[in-house]
């Protein structure tokens, strides 16, 4: 009895020692063979840029090849639907303009999916807002400004493009000092760059646009605040929550500018957590890599790494501050 016991029990542990490589290979398999990255805009632009450099340098990374597909089309729509609609085991992610650009599809479109249906990694490359007025204008701080448009209503002028995130921070920032939107005269321009020529040629007091994109006209500008967590090294400017807490005014949800970066799908990092976590990781290890930051410095591509739990919480609130404009519209 005893002997048929021990060789019952050999036996059993002979089957579990075999089993095991077999139960962690089906709970460890990833990376896949290949890995697609998904651009859901046009090829050539900041995010389709964004995606193919750390495609290069993640692939080595990793261990696996990374291919870049670019589907574009519906302001970012046709590309995210294509995502969703992908295999959610880990071989496929969104690296595009993550930020506003989904938002402002499921608000505009009759979208098959949600933000909940997206596990976002690191916003990138954001391209926060600058308030900027004239050089020759004699404000030097957005309370200054604030309070000559209060004294003045409809006198000050203001440049922004429609629909964009620097008019929604306008907005806020009008909000938070106790004014609305007639207190300025706000001028629309359909680019940003016609936006910023005519706050350096003096047409308009004060530009709210991405900062990266002012700094073309810097010598013609004032800097006043910028719509962003932490100071831009670019600009001696405080943030707006900064110069808001200044003027004695509580804080406002500014509204992050375009974020390239990176998201998979929600019931990946479900259902593979230590697997998402691993693509996490493989991300962050590679911007830490001075050699590849100042590589992607040099091609003018962000390399911030706020990683998902702040990524995350920026583009949700930012959706609630633009559905709430859109249902204003």
């Known amino acids: 009895m005893k002997r048929r016991l021990f060789t019952a029990g050999l036996l059993g542990l002979s089957l579990a020692t075999a089993l095991t490589p077999l139960a962690a290979a089906a709970q460890d ?11 859901a805009l046009g090829p050539g632009g900041s995010a389709d840029r964004t995606a193919r450099a750390l495609a290069q340098r993640l692939q080595d990374e990793i261990g696996v090849p990374i291919s870049v597909i670019n589907q574009e089309g519906g302001g970012g729509h046709v590309g995210h639907t294509y995502f969703t609609q992908m295999p959610t085991d880990g071989s496929y992610f969104l690296a595009s303009s993550i930020h506003p650009y989904i938002t402002n599809a499921i608000l505009r479109f009759d979208a098959d999916y949600t ?27 957005l309370a200054e400004f604030m309070a000559a448009a209060a004294e003045n209503p409809g ?24 004014l609305d939107g007639s207190a300025v005269r706000v001028v629309t321009y359909e680019s ?30 004032r800097p006043l605040a910028i719509a962003a967590d932490a100071q831009d090294p670019n600009w001696d400017a405080p943030t707006l929550n900064a110069a ?29 957590p230590e697997a998402f976590q691993q693509m996490v990781d493989a991300y962050k290890a590679v911007l830490e890599d001075e050699e590849f930051v100042a590589s992607l410095q040099a091609q ?5 790494w706020l990683g998902p739990e702040r990524t995350t919480e920026i583009i949700q609130s930012n959706f609630d501050i633009l559905k709430r404009f859109e249902t204003q519209e």
């Open 115 to 141: 933000l909940d249906d997206f596990a976002f990694i690191n916003g990138q490359w954001n391209d926060y807002d600058l308030f900027a007025v004239n050089a020759d204008t004699p404000y030097t701080t």
């Open 244 to 272: 808001l807490a200044d003027a004695g005014h509580e804080s406002v949800p500014v509204l992050a500018g375009s974020m390239r970066g990176l998201a998979a799908h929600a019931a990946f990092k479900e259902e593979h």
């Open 155 to 178: 006198t000050l002028k203001v440049s922004v493009v429609p629909g964009s995130t620097g008019a929604i921070n306008l907005e806020l920032a009008l909000e938070a000092f106790g």
């Open 300 to 304: 003018e591509i962000g390399t911030e």
């Open 192 to 221: 940003g760059g016609a936006a910023r020529t005519a706050v350096a040629g003096g047409q308009v007091d004060m530009t709210v646009l991405a900062a990266d994109g002012t700094l073309s006209i810097e010598e013609y500008v």
């Open 29 to 39: 398999n990833w990376p896949p063979r290949k890995i697609t990255f998904v651009v």
